[in-house]
């Protein structure tokens, strides 16, 4: 397929295509806020040296709870854990403890260090998870947008060759929503490739399409019905790169990129309903 610069631009600039974007992100800053100051949880954990290392975490009120991990979106280059605690709660009241990663952002962190930290904070946690109340052996990642790129880089890690202690199947399952698997458009995309600085081989390198997964740990997808042509193509690729993994796509219809994600803690949307399923082993 030959990318243009202007289809690119147009296809991937998911923010210009939903001009509401900045009542959306203020209303998860609010609503984060609030789950911060009225559910438990434990903030800034620090996972490694760098500022950006830190989690939070919401934990269930019980024994051995189930991990779920949130990576969140932003292009790699913005957007914080704090936007997202209001995810926290739908799945710690059904006894899934909720991880929320930051990692550093693009253009002063290049992408192979993001991967890097997120499976840093990944191992930092199975490594830890007695301690903080949860199973280490049932770790599921869920992802949006930049986050769903990093969830299936996660699941494609060969983690015994990160540490001797660290098992292969460290990832349980995975949910990738609005996720983007082949950066390869993402080279003719000036209003993003301007801090990510991809060129061709760096692109292939960091897809996932491009990598075996390591395990055929179960990958949910689901994209928005209204995201561009580009993010519902991506949405399949991954799909058809990883048939041991896949399980199916949830239905988002009616959604934008950003609406998508509202789904993940929405306890009567489909999308929540596979993840919490995933997450509790069933």
């Known amino acids: 397929m030959k990318f243009t610069t202007e289809f690119c631009e147009r296809e991937y600039n998911a923010r210009a295509m939903i001009p509401e974007h900045p009542a959306i992100f203020a209303r998860w800053a609010e609503h984060s806020a609030a789950t ?38 932003g292009y790699w280059r913005s957007l914080d854990k704090s936007d997202f605690s209001w995810i926290g709660p739908a799945y710690a009241a059904h006894g899934v403890s909720v991880a929320l990663i930051n990692y550093g952002l693009a253009p002063r962190v290049p992408m192979e260090q993001i991967v890097r930290q997120t499976l840093r904070a990944l191992a930092w946690l199975y490594r830890n998870g007695d301690r903080l109340g949860f199973d280490p052996e049932r770790i599921t990642l869920a992802g949006h947008s930049a986050g769903g790129h990093l969830t299936a880089m996660a699941m494609a890690a060969l983690w015994p060759v990160l540490g001797a202690d660290l098992p292969a199947t460290l990832v349980k399952g995975g949910v990738a929503v609005s996720g983007l698997y082949d950066l390869t458009p993402l080279t003719h995309a000036p209003f993003v490739n301007q801090d990510l600085k991809l060129d061709a081989g760096r692109a292939r390198r960091l897809s996932p399409v491009r990598l075996p997964a390591a395990t055929s740990a179960p990958l949910h997808t689901a994209v928005g019905g209204l995201e561009s042509s580009e993010f519902r193509r991506q949405n399949g690729l991954i799909a058809q790169a990883w048939p041991a993994n896949f399980r199916g796509d949830v239905p988002a219809p009616g959604m934008n990129h950003l609406t998508v994600c509202d789904a993940l803690a929405d306890p009567q949307h489909s999308l929540f309903r ?9």
Not at 39 to 54: F, K, S
Not at 56 to 73: E, S
Not at 274 to 282: F, P, Q, V
């Open 36 to 73: 911060r100051r009225t559910r438990a949880c434990l903030l800034d954990l620090p996972y490694g040296e760098t500022a950006a290392e830190r989690l939070d975490l919401f934990p269930a009120r019980h024994d051995a709870a189930r991990l779920l991990v949130f990576i969140h979106g």
């Open 274 to 282: 596979a993840t919490l399923e995933l997450a509790r082993g069933h």
